[in-house]
């Protein structure tokens, strides 16, 4: 590893691997200004760079592959933890758990980089929070492209993997959806528009009574962003036929004044020429 950290035992300390989990560990290695989040890793013997971490020089792992091994563990550990969570998290995001040990995961492989990742809960599937609960229906969890990938379809081609990777009639998205994810979702629909029942946003395990029709949702924030510009529109309208009516209201008071101050002018003028000949004969 080549960042230029020094190694001692006031920055090296070891990290459970699946969130809670302390059977599996890796030894750590923080910077002296940041204690809480890891720079490096301790792995086959030697220290490791986060983005070396993210590296394969495996020509055969292109697109989602699925997490199967000790190492593709870690580099989704690098991905979510560090990368996603202490880096690139959004604000006011509620960020993703930690993976469990034999959680369903895919990482998102480019160009021999790992720049993003998904994970799903599939049906059946006992849920963490409601521990006498199982899934109703497949639920994916988490979602992340790396920033500097962002823009490339690429959570659209994680979407499209997950369809394809489950037969089920529904496919649930855990709730709540950000943003960039409606929009995803939207071009999902766009592109397959027969699959309007398929996609889910799911709250809980997902029962009928927790989910939502995802293109149902994307329709109504579509039509209240029409709503809303409609009726600016019409504010904006309103106001111009105001102002050009004071504007010719206007125009006509100050040309009914000028007619006014012409007409006492001339009264004047002429007062004056009388007198000026009366006092003339006089």
Not at 4 to 23: A, H, T
Not at 144 to 159: E, I, P, S, T, Y
Request: hydrophobic share 40%; charged share 20%.
């Amino acid at each position: 590893m080549s960042s230029g950290v020094p190694i001692g035992l006031s920055n090296v300390g070891f990290v459970p691997l699946y969130g809670d989990n302390m059977r599996q560990k890796v030894l750590a290695l923080f910077s002296q200004q940041d204690q809480f989040t890891a720079v490096g890793l301790y792995l086959l013997d030697q220290w490791w760079s986060l983005e070396n971490i993210l590296k394969t020089a495996d020509s055969a792992k292109d697109g989602a592959v699925a997490v199967e091994t000790i190492g593709e563990r870690v580099v989704l550990y690098v991905l979510n933890r560090v990368v996603y969570r202490a880096k690139e998290i959004s604000s006011g995001e509620l960020p993703f758990l930690c993976h469990g040990e034999n959680d369903y995961a895919k990482i998102l492989w480019k160009d021999g980089q790992a720049v993003g990742f998904y994970s799903v809960k599939p049906s059946g599937s006992l849920c963490s929070s409601f521990l006498t609960q199982c899934y109703h229906i497949p639920v994916m969890d988490s979602i992340f492209v790396r920033k500097c990938h962002r823009g490339n379809g690429l959570g659209l081609q994680m979407l499209e993997n997950f369809v394809d990777s489950f037969k089920e009639e529904y496919l649930g998205l855990r709730y709540p959806l950000s943003k960039a994810m409606y929009k995803v979702c939207g071009k999902y629909l766009s592109l397959y528009p027969a699959h309007r029942d398929l996609l889910w946003e799911v709250e809980s395990v997902g029962g009928p009574s927790q989910r939502t029709n995802i293109a149902n949702k994307i329709q109504a924030m579509a039509m209240s962003t029409s709503s809303k510009n409609l009726s600016f529109t019409e504010h904006s309208v309103v106001n111009r036929d105001v102002v050009e009516n004071e504007v010719v209201m206007e125009e006509v008071t100050s040309h009914l004044q000028e007619q006014e101050a012409m007409e006492y002018t001339v009264e004047i003028v002429e007062e004056v020429t009388l007198v000026r000949v009366t006092k003339g004969k006089e």
